[in-house]
């Protein structure tokens, strides 16, 4: 009887130990601090699973233990050949070390604050440093900027790119690397995500780039002409070297043709004159009366001589 009791009371103790919170989780993803009155006691739990405490004067305060992600705020920064652009950054941080972080930031809340005053500051201090095309790019490549048709190589700009917009976030990254730790916080990873004009300065770089559109349109315009014309001007050379050419050879077909001709009707008048003329006296006939035409002849023309012989 006295063992039954004595179980029955333990049962008791552990389900009342339990329920005033004197065991607690920690799982895959946690880390936590233990608390007594407000103060750490004791190591970090960075192991999961199932610990105690002291209940009612003990707490246990629980950070996540996986990468977080810090978003900040586009902010309007002067690069140093004074152009007016926003920045828009991004980075990734986790506790690295909660009793640190808990003595410093308390949550994670503190910590996203604490954040954008240290990344936002190294952000803007280092943008100043370097000209806008740094930050734009990263390498020294040429970039093809108009291609005309039919004008040769395309126009090349270079860049002249000491450090780049890598160098310049992995600058920046070292340098919030060297104060977070002091917070308990790592820091992996530090990305420049947009950058943009001001708006004023926007618009201005809208209106040149439309213009240089058109500049480009009205030089391709230009050059279609020009090509249109010289394609013109070589089918008409061509069109009059053709009916020149076929004009020559026609003349020289009709030369010989004549001479040939005048070769028959010679041999013709050679062998027989009478002939050849009665002949020749025909063909003009011919060409002159016709079925309409009244024909008045009088009686010592050839013609009539002609038809008083053929009659």
Sequence with gaps: M??????????????LFVASGGVFVVNETQQAIITQ?????GKPIKKAGLHFKIPLIQKANFFDKRWLEWDGDANQI?????????????????????LKFFETMVNETGAQGRLD???????????ARFNL??????????????????????DQQDFHVNTGRE???????????????????????FRIKRLNYEKSVREKVYERMISERKRIAE?????????????????????ERIQSEAYRKSEEIKGKADAQATKIYAETYSQNPGFYQFLKGLEALKATASKKQTLILSTDSEFYKLLKHYK
């Design 2 to 15: 006295k063992t039954a009791g004595g179980l029955i009371i333990a049962i008791i103790v552990v389900v």
């Design 37 to 41: 009155f407000g103060r750490p006691v």
């Design 78 to 98: 002067t690069t140093k050949d004074k152009k007016y652009i926003w920045v828009d950054t991004y980075a990734r941080w986790r506790i690295s070390d909660p």
């Design 117 to 127: 005053d240290i990344i936002d500051g190294e952000t803007r201090v280092n943008v």
């Design 133 to 154: 095309i740094e930050l734009v790019r990263t390498s020294n490549r040429k970039m093809n900027l108009t291609k005309s048709a039919g004008a040769g190589p395309a």
């Design 167 to 189: 160098k310049i976030t992995r600058l920046i990254l070292n340098k919030i690397k060297k104060v977070t730790p002091s917070y308990g916080i790592e820091l992996v990873d």
């Design 219 to 239: 030089q391709y315009r230009s050059e279609g002409q020009g090509k249109k014309a010289e394609i013109i001007g070589k089918t008409q050379r061509e069109l």
